[in-house]
């Protein structure tokens, strides 16, 4: 697991991977509750010399780093 201070040095699919694992969802799970559909969160995991890949933007970033600091505050 990765250490909070560092998740903003993450590439985006480790990023997403470790925002997966650290709320515990599956990609379906993890995909409604950023409210994006299955397939654009697949997008965003892909490598980025794909062709389908797409950029996870900035606003997607920080709405999930604000999901991961508020689900570590819960008791």
């Known amino acids: 697991m990765v250490k909070e201070g560092s998740l903003c040095d993450l590439g985006q699919q480790q990023f997403l991977r470790e ?3 650290r ?3 599956t990609r379906d799970e993890f995909a ?3 409210s ?3 397939r654009t969160l697949d997008k ?3 490598p ?4 389908d890949f797409r950029a996870l933007p900035e606003i997607g970033r920080a709405y999930i ?3 991961l600091s508020w ?4 008791p």
Request: proline content about 4%.
């Open 19 to 21: 925002a997966m694992s």
């Open 23 to 25: 709320l515990g969802m």
């Open 32 to 34: 409604a509750r950023i």
């Open 36 to 38: 994006v559909p299955r």
């Open 44 to 46: 965003w995991l892909l």
């Open 48 to 51: 980025a010399d794909s062709k």
């Open 65 to 67: 780093t604000e999901i």
């Open 71 to 74: 689900a570590q505050q819960r």
